[in-house]
């Protein structure tokens, strides 16, 4: 059974950063497999915001791109998301996914 544990979400200003954290436990391990992250906005579907491959390579959405940074540490079993660059529009619960777990979510809100 695997469990993903988000963290680092919050209140930040419009331009701020913030880096979310998604802790992996159980028996798979983020070296070996594509982990992504999601966000839902209120009244929205749950959309794919970045996600990096066993193998390193790393993908995301046109809305976030060179802003935001996936990246993992296999010695903690752990994806992170760094945000910067942020505006309301990337105000949302933010998901972590991998296989078929997903985590309970951390809230993002971007004030203007």
């Known amino acids: 059974q695997v469990q993903l544990v988000e963290s680092g979400g919050g209140l930040v200003q419009a331009g701020g950063s913030l880096r979310l954290s998604c802790a992996a436990s159980?028996?798979?391990?983020?070296?070996?497999?594509?982990v992504a992250w999601f966000r839902q906005a209120p009244g929205k579907q749950r959309d794919l915001v970045a996600r990096i491959t066993n193998g390193g390579t790393t993908n995301y959405a046109d809305s976030v791109k060179g802003r935001f940074t996936i990246s993992r540490d296999n010695a903690k079993n752990t994806v992170y998301l760094q945000m910067n660059s942020l505006t309301p529009d990337d105000t949302a619960v933010y998901y972590c996914?991998?296989?078929?777990?997903w985590g309970e979510g951390t809230q993002v809100t971007v004030s203007s």
């Open positions: 159980g028996t798979l391990f983020v070296s070996f497999n594509l």
């Open positions: 996914n991998m296989k078929n777990a």
